[in-house]
């Protein structure tokens, strides 16, 4: 990292990020958030985005505002976890446009599955648990946390920093993230899709399959299975499988000819590049919104898709895939 008056950020693509020397930056910026924030792009864009200058961002196109507004989600979660949030907060004008708005709304900042940015945000916080991000970002954010805790309690006047320093948030049960916003009561491990019995007890795919007290609060990757549902998700028709084989006997084969590619020795559905060609929808409108996913063959589908149990774990699996789950 080099401090430059001539950048406020900047990534050169080859290693080297670029933060505004001291008289660039004003009161209220810290090295710390800017560095972070950074590497909350990079998050958002895969690791690919290191050997592109700037992440791959021309910070003027139509992808900007989404992109930011991507980063933007995952510094809140992450920072969030660590009573950060406002140490951490953006000085930009998404500060007012953005950011302020996530605190105000009083709601889950990655429930809705149609927004562009929820979904590259979801994926961004998959990534974080692996490296070249994990598990070193978690530790310097729970080391910075300490940090600032003991800094607060130092500052002997106000701060537009050390003043905005919270306690972190207890862990949840099994040990995840708790729940970063209030939830409504029945937001439980017990109404959780990914919550299953073995033998009358419960047990979490999230937490490793772990033990659960089916009335504890939810924790951060909570998924209602009453909000799931398959005709607006398509996870499993889309890039997280890549063959629906059928039998000759299928109903579908003939009620739905057009949609049946013949591979010699096995029937399939016909694929349209990396989904279903029965699969519409998904696409990008109304400001990077998804139109819903829906099957055009539902009422018709083969053996394959019926079969295919909802919120089991390979719907889940399917899901994360797709960005849809934490």
């Known amino acids: 990292m080099i401090r430059t008056p001539d950048a406020y950020a900047s990534t050169d693509g080859h290693g080297t990020l670029a933060i505004g020397s001291d008289a660039t930056l004003d009161r209220d910026d810290s090295l710390a958030q800017m560095i972070f924030h950074e590497l909350c792009h990079s998050l958002v864009e895969g690791e690919d985005a290191f050997q592109r200058p700037d992440w791959g961002m021309d910070n003027t196109g139509p992808d900007h505002d989404w992109r930011e507004h991507a980063c933007l989600r995952v510094q809140w979660v992450l920072t969030g976890r660590h009573g950060l949030r406002e140490l951490f ?62 800094a607060a309690a130092l500052s002997t006047e106000p701060d537009v920093l050390w003043s905005g320093v919270a306690a972190a948030p207890t862990p949840h049960p099994t040990g995840l993230p708790p729940t970063p916003t209030p939830r409504l009561p029945q937001s439980t491990c017990g109404t959780c899709a ?19 007290d089916p009335a504890w609060p939810a924790c951060e990757r ?105």
């Not at 930009?92 to 429930?111: C, I, Q």
């Not at 929820?118 to 598990?135: C, D, Q, S």
């Not at 033998?199 to 033990?211: E, L, M, N």
């Open 89 to 150: 907060a953006p000085t930009t004008e998404f500060r007012t446009t953005f950011w302020d708005r996530l605190s105000d709304s009083g709601s889950d900042v990655l429930a809705d599955r149609t927004d562009r940015s929820v979904i590259a945000a979801i994926t961004a916080l998959r990534r974080a648990e692996h490296p070249p991000w994990g598990p070193h970002l978690a530790d310097a954010l729970a080391a910075t946390a300490r940090i600032a805790k003991e």
């Open 194 to 212: 990914w919550r299953y019995d073995v033998r009358g007890v419960s047990r979490c795919r999230q937490a490793s399959d772990a033990k659960i």
């Open 222 to 326: 909570y998924e209602a299975t009453a909000s799931l549902d398959c005709q607006t998700c398509g996870a499993c028709c889309r890039a997280a499988y890549h063959s629906v084989e059928v039998q000759k006997r299928d109903p579908v084969v003939k009620k739905q000819p057009d949609y049946v590619v013949d591979r010699g020795t096995y029937l399939e559905i016909r694929r349209d590049g990396d989904r279903c060609a029965a699969l519409k929808g998904g696409d990008f409108i109304e400001a990077d919104k998804l139109t819903r996913f829906h099957c055009a063959i539902y009422d018709d589908r083969p053996r394959t898709c019926r079969d295919f149990t909802l919120s089991s774990a390979h719907c889940l699996t399917a899901r994360r895939r797709v960005g849809l789950s934490l």
